[in-house]
């Protein structure tokens, strides 16, 4: 069974930096795509990016572009999200999904696995 596995949240001062992790148990993300979501409280589930390992194209919502990056290890088991110039309204759980068979990569239901999800939490 796939596991996915988060990390890197944490407390940080807008325009600060965090890189999330996202693993699947030592086994590869070949042929998946994964995408970063996030839920603030009280909102609802909101897209970040996604990167379709195999292939390397990325995507992002337009909210992040220009500041966050997605990206993979060589090994193909590791998908990162580096954020920069973080934003008080960043603040939110951060979840990855894996998927393979994923056309709309927005929609949560093309999802096969998903983490447990880390806090981020920028301070003004």
């Known amino acids: 069974q796939v596991q996915l596995v988060e990390s890197g949240g944490g407390l940080v001062q807008a325009g600060g930096s965090l890189r999330l992790s996202c693993g699947r148990s030592?086994?590869?993300?070949?042929?998946?795509?994964i995408t970063w979501f996030r839920q603030a409280p009280g909102k609802e589930g909101e897209f970040v990016a996604t990167?379709?390992?195999?292939?390397?194209?990325?995507y992002y919502a337009d909210s992040v572009k220009g500041r966050f990056t997605i990206s993979r290890n060589n090994a193909k088991t590791t998908v990162y999200l580096q954020m920069n110039s973080l934003k008080p309204e960043d603040t939110a759980v951060y979840y990855c999904?894996?998927?393979?068979?994923?056309?709309?990569?927005?929609?949560?239901?093309?999802?096969?696995?998903w983490g447990q999800g880390t806090q981020v939490t920028v301070s003004s």
């Open positions: 999904a894996a998927g393979q068979r994923v056309r709309g990569i927005g929609d949560t239901d093309e999802y096969d696995y």
């Open positions: 030592g086994r590869t993300f070949s042929r998946y795509a």
């Open positions: 990167i379709r390992v195999s292939e390397g194209n990325t």
